[in-house]
């Protein structure tokens, strides 16, 4: 069964901190790994990462893949309160169809000003 | 730009009342889908729709059924609710495969 798992579930940091969120996945068949990012209600998309070490970059957002020990980490620097979220991690299995996402249980970001 | 609208944003229902919950798209994707999310559980994926006429069960469909109206509806009907169908539910689309869902804000459903 396709299976991925978050940590930390729940972290709380200062304005200006660097924070490392982790996603640690088991699938059939990999196809792509997603980070999405919920504020109050509809997620939102942040990352599709396929390839193993690249990075992908949005401001002060990041993340890169490590396809041969399963995980992906999702890096914010210079963090502000806007970035108070629950911060999610989906992959995709090529077995279950181009149409079936398993997503995590979410890392619930709290950042303090 | 609308994007993806779910009506209503929130239910109460009684054990064993029925209801449906209707979605909408306006950027013509040819995927729908509805997942539920519990506390601690993540989003789980109840069913989808890969293009208009087709239907397909997800991680967990039992109490569930949908209809794909057209391109543009994908409506879910809990036909005899039970507390354990008390969640958060998001209708999302996407041009094709899984990658990029665009998310509606959810229908808070209480079951009681």
């Known amino acids: 069964e396709d299976k991925v798992v978050q940590s930390p579930l729940s972290l709380v940091v200062h304005e200006g901190d660097t924070v490392t969120l982790n996603c640690s996945y088991e699938?059939?068949?990999?196809?792509?790994l997603l980070w999405y990012k919920q504020e109050k209600k509809a997620p939102t998309f942040l990352f599709m990462l396929?390839?193993?070490?690249i990075e992908k970059k949005s401001g002060r957002l990041s993340s890169i893949l490590d396809k041969k020990e399963l995980f992906s980490i999702l890096n914010i620097t210079a963090t502000q309160t806007g970035d108070s979220a629950v911060y999610l991690c989906a992959v995709e299995d090529r077995t279950q169809g181009a149409q079936k996402l398993v997503f995590g249980q979410g890392t619930r970001l709290t950042i303090n000003p | 730009n609308a994007g993806v609208t779910q009506t209503p944003k929130f239910q109460v229902l009684k054990t064993g009342q029925s209801m449906t919950l209707q979605c909408a798209q306006d950027m013509n994707h040819n995927s729908m889908y509805w997942y539920r999310q519990d506390p601690g559980m993540g989003l789980r994926l109840i069913y989808y729709?890969?293009?208009?006429?087709?239907?397909d069960k997800g991680e967990v469909p039992n109490g569930y059924n949908v209809s794909r109206l057209n391109k543009r509806e994908f409506s879910l009907r809990l036909e005899s609710a039970a507390p354990s169908q008390t969640s958060v539910y998001f209708c999302?689309?996407?041009?094709?495969?899984?990658?990029?869902?665009?998310f509606g804000s959810g229908t808070q459903l209480s079951v009681l």
């Open positions: 729709s890969a293009s208009e006429g087709t239907t």
């Open positions: 999302a689309s996407s041009v094709g495969g899984s990658e990029k869902l665009f």
């Open positions: 699938v059939t068949n990999f196809r792509s």
């Open positions: 396929t390839s193993s070490g």
